[in-house]
């Protein structure tokens, strides 16, 4: 490269440090989704855990509820308290306006050109009149929000989730959503319009109104389950699950007529 | 640089979408939900009235301790659902290795643990407005009634699924998919994780404990 080309005055290094990171971290999390490929139990039961890598899974997990307790519930908490629910929801809502071209790049990816055209109307739209997003105005209009990722992209690719993966910090996952995930930080739209600053104050505001999110939901949660990583566990698998049905309801369960008119007898609950 | 000049291009082709749709766009408002069918009538009355039931016996009590609350929804969920359908398919094949007492003792056990699951659960989203939609025949023979919760607070509407099948005694809840998440699902994989490390006898124990654990009052 010649010294002598005109070039863009240098970004802080910190914020080198971190363009950086994004595409280690994809780099990191295709690696990670490849083992987890490697370790795939293919189990054919729907309740089964498909879970060959649940030691670390568990010792990633209680590393994620550490940091989350020290750092993310406690800014989520500061979030809630500080910010007046309405300012919230506008702030989801330009976080959502801000996804739209992704979720335009992904269903096109998927072949769901009207979902596609539904996402333009939505950012165009949203984006001018909704005030760079503060005013959902397209939902109000008919335009409904249809978002996808690179992981369900994959998935209409014929490539299922695998094992699952409890990834630092990023939480529950597999190798697709895990490799999703990476293609979706390279391959998002805004992400080359929003650099430095703007796109770090995107991610953490990103990460904190979805934490403020599901304060109390996850707080019930841990306190009436029996084993709080395996229900988020199967949490994720049925939440990601919805996603890629586009919100259709699940397959109905096998849930047998049990006879419980008489004594409880072995001979009732042979299957 | 070929990058800045199309993000100028793709600037002016955003602005320009934007002003067609912004002339046209009111024209397609307006799409309505598609009216609750009538045959199923009976099965959508049941569970409006449960989810009534249920809204009304958290919020009569607001001022009373969970525990009051607690013990008003207890009726209604008891009343609506067919506990020991759900508890029997929650703990799967492992129903066959356990014993006569540990069945009985793990029945005992479920009606409080799942009382106080959906009790805190419901508690949570505090002083909602409860909507049974619409219903759809399974080919199973049961019915799934969609309902929705719009919390006061606001947010997104919680869609809700309530898997219902007729009994001798009338309708019953077996099953409740909340956002495509089926309780009845989680739980057995839940216990299924629990009885794998710990036996049968330590999942009866954790969901004693769970069902006993004294609880933070939502409501305040």
Known sequence: ?271 | MNILISRRIFAATVMGMAVLLAATGGLRAGTSDDPASTSADSALTFIQSLGDQAVEALRDNIESPFEEREAAFRKVMVSGFDIPIVGRFVLGRHWRTATKEQRREYMAIFVDFIVRVYASRFDSYGGELFTARSVIDDESGDKIVRAQIVRPSGGDPIGIDFRVRMRDEGYKVIDVTVEGISMLHTHRVEFASVINRKGIDGLLSDLRARAEAPIRNAAE
Not at chain 1, 30 to 56: C, M, S
């Open chain 1, 1 to 271: 490269m010649s010294e002598s080309l005109p070039r863009r005055p240098a970004p802080p290094r910190a914020i080198c440090f971190l363009a950086a990171l994004r595409h280690h971290l994809a780099l990191v999390l295709i690696a990670v989704a490849l083992l987890g490929f490697a370790a795939d139990g293919r189990a054919q039961d729907p309740y089964a855990a498909n879970d060959p890598l649940e030691d670390v899974n568990r010792a990633v997990f209680e590393f994620n509820q550490a940091v989350d307790s020290i750092v993310l519930k406690p800014l989520a908490e500061l979030y809630v308290f500080v910010l007046p629910q309405e300012v919230r929801h506008r702030i989801t809502n330009v976080l959502r306006n801000l996804g739209e071209p992704l979720n335009l790049v992904n269903n096109l990816a998927q072949g769901k050109f009207e979902r596609a055209g539904s996402t333009l109307s939505r950012f165009a739209i949203n984006s001018t009149v909704g005030v760079g997003g503060v005013f959902d105005v397209a939902t109000d209009w008919g335009y409904e929000r249809t978002p996808e990722d690179f992981g369900q992209t994959l998935e209409s690719w014929g490539i299922g989730e695998q094992p699952f993966l409890m990834l630092p910090i990023l939480g529950p996952s597999n190798p697709r959503d895990a490799i999703g995930f990476g293609v979706d930080m390279v391959a998002d739209p805004m992400g080359y319009l929003l650099t430095g600053e703007a796109g770090l104050a995107r991610s953490i505001t990103s990460g904190v109104s979805q934490r403020a999110q599901y304060l109390d939901e996850l707080e019930t949660l841990e306190s009436t389950s029996v084993d709080f990583y395996a229900a988020m566990r199967e949490l994720y698998r049925q939440y990601r699950a919805t996603e890629i049905r586009d919100g259709a309801p699940p397959t109905v369960l096998e849930i047998p007529d049990f006879d419980f008119d008489e004594e409880f007898d072995d001979e009732w609950f042979e299957e």
